[in-house]
């Protein structure tokens, strides 16, 4: 009970900080709207290329896009902790008996909504370029959106809450992410890889996230990937809540 | 509660590492502490003396290295969130986030502890203006000047109304109309049953304020009593003398003298300890005088809490702390 109440109040107060102050949200949509606008163009030429899978340009360029937003967005939420612990603000919760998990959780919980909206806005904008919408799919891609963020967040809370600070935090959180991203196949699908590539990528959790999505995006329902993706994500992110949820209730600093 | 001490401390250490092999920093040394409820207790000590460690100990932030530490009630190892409930801490610096409202923050901190929207927002509002900040409730903290921003952090650590409370330099950083406002606030607490356990390096604070005193240094209490027990231990007055560059001979003539209780030097300044200033000032000029010693100043005064800390520790608080 007193776990889901606090969620509920640090979730509360950490949305309305966000909005007040939404320069990042805004930043965090803005890159993703020009891979739109700049790069989506240069794939109505590729997609009829060898080793595309099938489906629209932009129903499968749509998912590495939102997947790669997903990411970014929850990647660096770590830096606004850390500007909170320099304000005392963490250490002055810790004092409290407030449930150390709300206090990761809480915060998770704002990164998701946050990329949830990001999401709807670039699915929107899609449909002028193309995009076809297939409801179901995308409502249970947003679903393994919101893993995406339930599973980086954490990291990227528990590496500032070990870090302290921006300066450490930036290079960290990109040796992370990047390899991440472009070992998922979200800017041209992994079928195009060679085969030592696209071994490395299976184990890259993110490969499974953008299979998943782009085979809900085209309503290839009965695609093994959506299972496979969801199972991978729901796992990594039950551990890395884990793990935040005890990384701020040691934090010691 | 009432004869059973709220704060006890048992051999507390807390060591941290260095950086590299630069060795191990002992900031808390083996402190052994009571507390009584009710009062206002005071840590007095210079800068790295170990107080900031200990009371981030006592507030279940840091564990120790060694010895045991029951506040309320509780161990704070074993039972940290019973501690927890009872207690509030506010830091050194910080503890308020600048994008979000004085009143906000006192109401998110007061649901932490359980109350109710209303409730929050009522006890929030009493804060407020107990504290001056009514005007200001409704702006971001990062238009807060300096003075402002420390109320309101320490307003947040009283929102649940604590049983215990911990202040670490309350005063710090607070024009002098701010100061005797906040040592009022922290005596009404004490009104109202809360105990306040408080560190400071001015010695006026621990000596208005403060009930008891542990005097801390380099992690070890070196002292400890009321105000007023501390300095009855150096009894009589003080003289001190400016030496004129003869501090050696100064000291030794004068610790052949029998109304002389006890001479030091530091900086140039000789200090005797002697039972009847006024008698005894006469009597020394009479003598230096004789030895063609003239001395620069010459000053008496009672026992300060400064001439505590000098005695037991050999430096002047005043001089470490600036
Ligand atoms: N996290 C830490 N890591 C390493 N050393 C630390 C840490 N915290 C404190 N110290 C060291 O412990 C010693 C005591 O520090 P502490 O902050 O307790 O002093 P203080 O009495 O509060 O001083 P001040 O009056 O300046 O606030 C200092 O030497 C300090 O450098
Ligand atoms: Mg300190």
């Known amino acids: 009970m007193r776990t889901i109440r606090d969620t509920w109040l640090i979730f509360d107060r950490s949305l309305w900080l966000t909005l007040r102050n939404p320069v990042w949200v805004i930043m965090g949509v803005m890159q993703p709207i020009l891979y739109l606008l700049l790069f989506g163009p240069l794939l109505k030429n590729i997609a009829s290329m060898p080793g595309f899978p099938p489906g629209g340009a932009f129903n499968v360029f749509v998912p590495g896009i939102l997947v790669m937003t997903a990411l970014f967005g929850s990647a660096f939420v770590g830096f606004g902790l850390c500007d909170e612990m320099r304000e005392g603000v963490v250490e002055r919760m810790r004092v409290t008996p407030m449930s150390r998990v709300a206090m990761l959780l809480g915060r998770s919980l704002r990164d998701v909504v946050i990329l949830e909206a990001q999401a709807v806005i670039l699915v929107v904008l899609s449909v002028p370029f193309g995009l076809e919408l297939k409801i179901e799919g995308i409502v249970v891609a947003f679903g393994l959106l919101a893993l995406i963020g339930l599973m980086m967040s954490p990291v990227s809370y528990v590496l500032a809450l070990v870090l302290q600070s921006e300066d450490a935090l930036a290079p960290v959180v990109n040796a992370v992410a990047l390899p991440l991203l472009l070992l998922s196949g979200v800017m041209l699908p992994m079928s195009l890889a060679p085969d030592w590539l696209q071994k490395i990528a299976d184990v890259n959790p993110l490969y499974h996230a953008v299979a998943a999505i782009r085979a809900l995006f085209n309503a290839n329902y009965g695609d093994t990937e959506i299972l496979i993706g969801t199972a991978v994500l729901a796992v990594l992110a039950v551990i890395t809540i884990w793990m935040g949820a005890r990384a701020f209730s040691r934090a010691a600093a | ?322």
């Open chain 2, 1 to 322: 509660m009432n004869g059973q001490p709220i704060i006890e401390t048992v051999g507390l250490r807390r060591t941290f590492k260095g950086r590299g092999k630069a060795g191990e920093v002992e900031a808390v040394a083996g402190v052994d502490l009571q507390v009584q409820a009710g009062r206002i207790f005071g840590f007095l000590g210079p800068n790295g003396a170990g107080k900031t460690t200990t009371l981030r100990i006592l507030a279940t932030l840091l564990p120790p290295t060694a010895g045991t530490a029951r506040v309320v009630g509780f161990d704070v190892a074993k039972n940290p969130d019973r501690v927890r409930e009872r207690i509030g801490y506010v830091a050194q610096s910080g503890g308020s986030y600048r994008s979000s409202t004085g009143r906000d923050e006192l109401i998110i901190q007061g649901r932490l502890f359980g109350m109710s929207k209303a409730v929050a927002a009522v006890r929030a509002q009493e804060i407020l203006e107990a504290l001056d900040l009514a005007e200001a409730g409704d702006r971001t903290c990062g238009t807060y000047s300096g003075g402002m921003r420390r109320r309101l952090n320490i307003g947040i650590g009283m929102v649940h109304r604590p049983a215990l409370l911990f202040l670490d330099e309350p005063t710090t950083g607070l024009d002098p109309q701010a100061r005797a406002r906040m040592w009022e606030e922290i005596r009404r607490l004490r009104e109202t049953g809360t105990t306040v356990f408080l560190t400071t390096h001015y010695l006026e604070e621990a000596d208005a304020l403060c009930d008891d005193l542990a005097i801390i240094d380099h992690g070890r209490i070196v002292a400890e009593g009321s105000p007023d027990e501390l300095k009855r231990e150096i009894a009589g007055d003080i003289v001190t003398i400016g030496a004129n560059g003869h501090s050696d001979k100064i000291v030794e003539l004068m610790r052949a003298q029998s109304f002389v209780r006890e001479a030091s030097m530091e900086d140039g300044l000789v200090r005797l300890y002697v039972d009847r200033g006024e008698e005894a000032v006469p009597q020394v000029l009479r003598l230096l005088d004789g030895s063609g010693l003239a001395p620069s100043t010459m000053n008496l005064h009672r026992p300060s809490l400064d001439d505590v800390f000098l005695k037991k520790t050999g430096r002047s608080l005043r001089e470490s702390a600036a």
